[in-house]
Structures are given as structure tokens and as C-alpha cells.
């Protein structure tokens, strides 16, 4: 199981990129843009967990999407230890751009679209429970 998964990321990824590489993104980089269109203004401890990487990650990948122009860092005024990550008008942007990936995906994996969402939920739940049981 653990091999089909890894390798099938593998191979997703290389669906993915031609897309990410006309948006100038890294895979990284393109999930954090579509975890803050889910929701904006995410903590970077918050996002760094929704997305299952490293603060030691998150913060130079953070720095480069900023300087990139489609995020800006806001610390919290009430607890400065705290920074909120907010997409500007150009990471919004990215959204119209990168739409496509999905269908591509979609049509790459050969499955009709109700098994390919059956599939989608079985790996998520697969997912939450291996995290749930690594925390024990």
C-alpha cells in the first residue's frame, strides 16, 4: 500500500508538471495558493499543518510566493508571535490559470469522475487515520 501510494504521487506530480511550470510554481507553493483561496488569512503554523510540512519549509516557501507578488505576511497584532498569510489580488489571479489542472488530472487517471471523488475521500480518510495513529 505505502509503495502504491508513493509512487502514485509520483506519477501524479508528473502530470502536474507542465502546469505548475506555466505558473512558475512549485507543488508546494501551489497548494499553499489553493489552501488560502479555501481560506485566506491562515495562520503559517495553521497552514504549515493543513498542508503536512515543516515550519523550516513553509517559511523561505512563504518568503519566495511574497516576493513572487501573490502573498503577503501580516504579523497579528495581538499576539505578534503569530503571522497570517493573505493572498493579494495576483495569487487570487492564479486561480483562473490554474482551474485546469483539475480536469487534467481527472481525464490522466482514466477514472470515471464518481469514482475518481469515491477514490479521492478513501485516500483522505486513509490519510487522517495514519496521521490520528502517528500522534499515539
Not at 501573490?70 to 495569487?91: K, M, P, Q
Not at 475518481?116 to 499515539?136: I, S, T
Request: glycine share 8%.
Amino acid at each position: 500500500m505505502c509503495f502504491a501510494i508513493y509512487s502514485t504521487n509520483l506519477a501524479y506530480s508528473r502530470v502536474y508538471k507542465p502546469v505548475l511550470e506555466q505558473l512558475g510554481l512549485t507543488y508546494p507553493q501551489y497548494i499553499s495558493i489553493i489552501a488560502l483561496w479555501e481560506q485566506d488569512g491562515q495562520t503559517v503554523k495553521g497552514l504549515g499543518e493543513k498542508l503536512f510540512l515543516e515550519p523550516s519549509t513553509m517559511t523561505p516557501m512563504l518568503k519566495r510566493l511574497e516576493g513572487m507578488g501573490y502573498v503577503r505576511r501580516e504579523r497579528d497584532s495581538v499576539d505578534e508571535r503569530n503571522v497570517h498569510i493573505f493572498l493579494t489580488d495576483a495569487g487570487r489571479a492564479l486561480r483562473e490559470k490554474g482551474l485546469g489542472l483539475s480536469h487534467i488530472t481527472l481525464k490522466a487517471s482514466g477514472l470515471p469522475p464518481e469514482e475518481f471523488a469515491a477514490l479521492q475521500k478513501a485516500v483522505v480518510r486513509l490519510r487522517d487515520n495514519l496521521a490520528e495513529a502517528a500522534k499515539e
